[in-house]
C-alpha cells in the first residue's frame, strides 16, 4: 500500500516534471516587463507571426512529425496555448500574415492560406502559390517577407556568396565587378498579392546591394521598408595584414537600413565600419580597410558589431509597451559565430528608439540571457538563439528561438 | 647456437619495433602540433574551436565518418572543398566549402592528423605521402 502511495506519488511529480518546459534560461528585461513561454521543443523555429485572435503561428526549418508550420491556439482563453495544429510539408523560415492570409515560404517559394471568419485556415493541405522558382543556392536561402499597406509583399532574396568572389569564400579569390548575381539576388523584390503563381519576373526590384537581409518589417509611421542585413564573414581569416584577430571580430557591421524603392546598399564592393562610420571598399575589391567604396549606396542608420546576426525586425507598433517604444525597432540577434576564437556575441533583442523613421538615442539591449551563459566561448553549447519577432494584437511581442523551439511572450505591467 | 641468434634476432626486431613506435610517438605529437596551428587558422572560423561546428552552415568534425573514415575521401574535401549537399550525421549544411589546395601536403596532413584525434575523435595519422599521392591524381 505504501509501495504504490509512493509509486503513485512519484508518477504524480514525473508529469509535473514533463509540463515544465526544458532548458529554461531566465530572461533579463527592463523594470515593468515580464517573459512567459509559450511554446517549446519545437526544434527549428525559424520566423512567427501573431493573428489578430492571437493565434501563435511558427515557421519551421526542419519538419516537426512531418510538418514545417504550427499554429498554437488558446481556446478557452486562460492564457495558455494549449491546442496544436500542425501542417504544411515543407521547411523554410518566412511567415506573415496580411489581409485576410496566412503567407509562410519555404527557401523557393511563397504560399498562402486562406482564413475564414473563425480565423481557421480553409485550405490547409492546398495553399496557392504566390510566387515560385526564387534562386534557392542553400547559402543566405532563407525567404523573409513583409507587407506594405496596398497589397505588395516584399521578400529577401539573399545573395548566395560571401561577398561574390570568383571562387566563392576562396582565400585570395577577387571580387566580381559587375557582381552577376545582383541580377536576381542580393535583394528585396515587391510582389503583388493580388496575383497568384508568379515568378521572379513578375516582381520588380525594389532594392539591390544586400548580402542577406533576414530581418525585413514595413514602417507604418513612415510608411517605408526597414531591413537588417548580415555583413561579411572573414575579414581577418583573409586578410590578417589588414584585420587583426580582434577588428576580424567587430567588423563589419552588422546594419539597420531604412530602404526607399530603388536603393543600393553597396554589397559587394562595401561594408560598413562603425568605428569610422563609413563605407569601406572590401578587400576583394582593393579595399585596404580606409578606403572609401560604393559612393551611390546609402549609409544604415546603425551598425552594430559584427557577426552577431540580425535574423529578425519588428517596428513597435502597439500600445501595451511605455511611449519609448512607440515606432522604435526590435531587432533579434541569433548570435554569431564568425567571431571565433573571440567569445561569441548577440543571443539578445535589441531595442533602437525612433521617431519619424530615424533614430533618436542609442540601442540598448532589451531581452538578454538566451544563450544561458556568459561569456559564450563555444556557439555548440549556447541554449537559445533569438530568430523570429512578432507583435500581438495586444502589443505583447514574441521572440522565437530556432536552438531549442521555444518561443516566449514579452508583455509590460504597469 | 641458433637459439642464441634466434632471441639475438627477436631482440633486434622488439627493439627497433620498440623505436619505430617511439619515432611515430613523436611524429604523431609533432603533427598535433602543428596541425592545431592550421586548424586555427584555417579551419577554426567555420568548424569552431570545440569542432562542432554552426547549425544549418557549417558541419561539426566531431564524430563524423567524413573525419574518421577514408582518408582519400578526406583529403580530397581538403584538396577540392564540398559544394554539393552532403549529409553529416542526418543534418544537412547550407555553405559551400572552398577548397584548401593552398596548404603545403605537409600542412594537409598535419590539420587532418590533428582534426581526426581531436574533439573526441580517434582515427589514425594522415602522411605526407598520402596527401601527395591525392593531389597527384587531380
Known sequence: ????????????????????????????????????????????????????????????????????????????????????????????????????????????????????????????????????????????????????????????????????????????????TPCPILENAGGIWQFNTSKTNQTLSDGIRYATGMRNALGIDWNNEVNDLFVTIHGRDMLYQYFPEMYNQKLGAELPSETFYRVKKGDDCGWPYIHWDHFQNKKILNPEYGGDGKKEGAPNAISPLVGFPGHMAPNALLIYSGNQFPAKYKNGAFIAFHGSWNRTPEPQEGFYVVFVPMKNGLPTGKWEVFADGFSGMSPVTNLSAAKHRPTGLAQGEDGSIYVSDDKAGYVWKISYNK | MRIKLAIFGLGLMLLSNFSNAQTSVQGKSKQMLNGKKVYDMYCQACHQADGNGVPRLNPPLAGTVYVTGSKTRLIDIVLNGLTDPIEINGEEYNNPMAAHSFLTDQQIADVLTYIRNSFGNKAGTVSVAEVKKQRAKK
Open chain 1, 1 to 176: 500500500m505504501q509501495k504504490i502511495r509512493l509509486v503513485v506519488a512519484m508518477l504524480m511529480l514525473l508529469n509535473v516534471i514533463a509540463a515544465q518546459p526544458k532548458l529554461q534560461v531566465a530572461i533579463q528585461l527592463p523594470v515593468g516587463f515580464t517573459s512567459k513561454v509559450v511554446a517549446n521543443d519545437l526544434g527549428r523555429v525559424r520566423h512567427i507571426a501573431v493573428n489578430s485572435n492571437g493565434d501563435l503561428y511558427m515557421k519551421l526549418d526542419r519538419l516537426v512529425n512531418g510538418k514545417g508550420i504550427y499554429r498554437l491556439r488558446d481556446k478557452n482563453g486562460d492564457g495558455v496555448m494549449e491546442d496544436t495544429l500542425a501542417f504544411g510539408n515543407y521547411t523554410g523560415t518566412g511567415i506573415g500574415i496580411n489581409n485576410g492570409y496566412l503567407y509562410a515560404t519555404s527557401d523557393q517559394t511563397i504560399y498562402r492560406y486562406k482564413f475564414d471568419e473563425n480565423q481557421n485556415i480553409v485550405n490547409l493541405d492546398q495553399p496557392e502559390i504566390v510566387v515560385d522558382g526564387l534562386l534557392n543556392k542553400r547559402q543566405h536561402a532563407s525567404k523573409s517577407i513583409t507587407f506594405d499597406k496596398v497589397g505588395n509583399l516584399y521578400v529577401n532574396i539573399g545573395a548566395p556568396s560571401n561577398v561574390c568572389q570568383e571562387q566563392d569564400r576562396q582565400k585570395g579569390s577577387p571580387g566580381l
